[in-house]
């Protein structure tokens, strides 16, 4: 007598399917937190709101400054710049285009602490909630 196999019914193969793109997607945000981590230990990076209040600065930004994360964090981008460029034309175009999500390149002056000038190549990329 021989005896019967049972088959696997296919709800077996699409779990199993399922748990390939979890993985998959798993390794996608291990390697995007791998980026964002060798970033952040490369670059001066500030975060802002987009009213210009500091939200965080990382070490990098920080040493380029001469300030501590307490001397920065809620104050406003504002501070950094001098009080020509504060009030210009040109200043309120740049927070005009941050906040409709316009990325801007450039070599900026900036002012750090103790009125020091240093003159950096920045990129401030706007991340909006949708």
Known sequence: MSKKRSIKPPTAVKTSNARRPMARQQRLELDYAGQIA??????AVIEFELDGTIIHANENFLKCVG???DEVKGRRHSEF???ATR????YRDFWQRLNRGEDITGDFRRIAKGGREIY???VY?????S
């Open 38 to 43: 060798d970033f952040q230990r490369s670059q």
């Open 125 to 129: 990329s706007p991340i909006l909630d």
């Open 81 to 83: 710049v001098d009080e």
């Open 87 to 90: 009030n210009s034309d040109q």
């Open 120 to 122: 950096i190549h920045g």
């Open 67 to 69: 300030y501590t994360l």
